[in-house]
């Protein structure tokens, strides 16, 4: 908001200099006048670029270093919703804009492309001013981010958009905020509740897996307003997110030095043949040329011997792979249903190698299209009868073993009883519901996903009718 009053107050007082000069006597001289006007423009230019001359008096130990432990309370907070303001001049905004034009095409030009464009490069980041309780956050590398859901937003006209936040990505060039965090966390992610009307889905799928006693994100809910050169505008209600490769690994593991995969592409399958490191995205220890570990799951999973030496394929594979966490994590992940993850698509999952163990750990990411049969195909079959094994190792040859099958039921058993209840889940969708309704109903045209008001809470009345028809297939399924 300073950055922006500051930068209205040059144009403004630019416009009124040349006015001046022109009526006194310049009004004959076109290529004076030409002058001026390219010189305040460099003027104006400058004062967007060089920023650099600031002191951030809002800063605190406990707001804005990394010298506290991440304030989870403060940040993530599950009973109400919190309101960010996030600040961009107008160049960068535009920058911004055009970077996601030449990307993507024209904002709201529909797919005239025939399909999503494939891509390895991000949104661009820019520096902007991050608003939260009064204090400033300063100089906060900011994007958009996301794939299918980011372009189909983008050219389907609709401006509520993923962000993701990185706030000391400017250090080098702004040293007063080396270092700079938000109550502890470096990185956050706001996302847009994509084709979710509900808006309650990567919330709640990330209850679930959290209360299961899984490593996950902790997620909560979040207005966003962003400011980019015309005053505050409501882009509307987010989720705003844990990151995998910041706290989540920093705070749910004992050793945080390991090697972190976000696999995406066919290697994402491990099926046999897949395997490029390329495609197993390195989060950290990106220098550090050593696959080693998501090989040998790749050759474990498919070595013939769960055939010939069962109990030899097991112990090999619990060597290099965390089977009980894969097997409750399919567990929850079967039963809420999510078709856009393993099992149907080649991505949306992390891979930690905790060193203290030195077996991979199964994270679940993205889960917007949770809690719902879904697209392509549908969600997994309980009993993954509509699964293709060996395109999709890790779930079918696992599920065929007899021991992982008996251990995968008993998670279905005690999912349906503990984190996916019936009656608590109830519970939960009608408070969620009540904390948000004002917030989603009153986004606007142009930055929501909501044909009307009415669609909210008919998407939340699925989502209640989803948890029983889903607790009725565990048992069927269990019973038979």
């Known amino acids: 908001m300073k950055t922006i009053n500051l930068i ?15 009526f006194v006597g310049c009004s004959n001289d076109d290529n004076a006048v030409q002058e ?48 960010l303001d996030i600040v961009i001049t107008e160049a960068r905004w535009q920058s911004m804009l055009d970077d996601m034009t030449a990307a993507y095409g024209t904002f709201g030009g529909g797919n005239t492309g025939g399909g999503l464009m494939e891509t390895d490069e ?37 401006l509520k958009l993923s962000f993701k936040l990185d706030f000391d990505e400017f250090e ?85 030095d390991g090697n ?15 395997f490029s490191e390329e495609e197993y995205v390195k989060k ?25 030496d069962a109990a030899t394929w097991r112990t090999n594979l619990e060597a290099v792979f965390d089977t009980d966490v894969f097997l409750k994590y ?33 994270i679940p990411w993205d889960n917007n299209e949770a809690l719902q049969d879904g697209k392509r195909g549908g969600s997994l079959a309980l009993d993954f009868s509509d699964l293709n094994t060996s395109e999709w190792p890790i779930i079918g040859y696992m ?18 009883d503990e984190a996916f209840n019936t009656s608590n889940m109830q519970v939960l969708y009608s408070s969620y519901a009540t904390l948000i309704e004002q917030y989603a109903t009153s986004e606007l045209d142009g930055f929501t996903f909501l044909n009307s008001s009415s669609d909210f809470q008919t998407a939340v009345s699925q989502l209640k009718n989803h948890v029983a028809s889903r607790n009725s297939a565990v048992n069927s399924y269990l019973n038979k």
């Not at 209205?8 to 022109?22: A, G, P, Y």
């Not at 590398?141 to 859901?149: A, E, I, L, T």
């Not at 599920?399 to 251990?407: F, G, N, P, S």
């Open 36 to 83: 001026i006007a390219d010189g305040e423009e460099e003027q104006q230019e400058d004062a967007v670029i060089d920023d650099t001359d600031f002191e951030a008096i809002d800063w605190t130990t406990e707001t804005h270093t990394k010298d506290v432990d991440p304030n989870f309370d403060e940040v993530f907070e599950d009973n109400t919703v919190k309101r």
């Open 8 to 22: 209205k107050s040059i144009s403004q007082t630019s416009i009124f200099v040349l006015l001046v000069l022109c």
């Open 172 to 256: 080098d060039e702004y040293p007063q905020i080396d270092n700079q965090r938000f109550y502890g966390f470096k990185k956050l992610s706001l996302k847009n509740n994509f084709d979710d009307k509900s808006m309650l889905r990567e919330k709640v799928a990330g209850d679930i897996f959290r209360n299961a006693g899984l490593v996950g994100s902790h997620t909560a809910f979040y207005t966003l307003y962003v400011d980019h050169g015309d005053g505050p505008q409501y882009f509307g209600l987010y989720t705003l997110v844990e990151e995998v490769d910041d706290t989540v690994i920093d705070e749910q593991f004992s050793d945080d």
């Open 399 to 416: 599920y065929q073993d007899e021991m992982y099958r008996a251990k995968y039921e008993t998670y279905l058993q005690e999912v349906v």
């Open 260 to 274: 972190l995969y976000k696999p995406d592409g066919d290697a994402a399958s491990f099926a046999v043949g897949t």
């Open 122 to 158: 991000n949104p661009i980041f820019v520096p902007a001013e991050v608003y939260y309780n009064n204090k400033q956050w300063y100089r906060v590398g900011v994007r958009f981010k996301g794939n299918s859901s980011l372009q189909s937003s983008w050219r389907n006209g609709i």
């Open 330 to 362: 399919l567990a929850v992940n079967t039963i809420v249903q999510n078709w856009d993850t393993y099992g149907r698509m080649t991505h949306n999952y992390f891979l930690y190698n905790n060193p203290d163990m030195g077996k991979l750990t199964w």
């Open 284 to 308: 950290t220890n990106e220098d550090e040329a050593d696959f080693s570990d998501v090989q040998a799951l790749l050759t474990t999973i498919n070595d013939g011997l769960r055939e010939t």
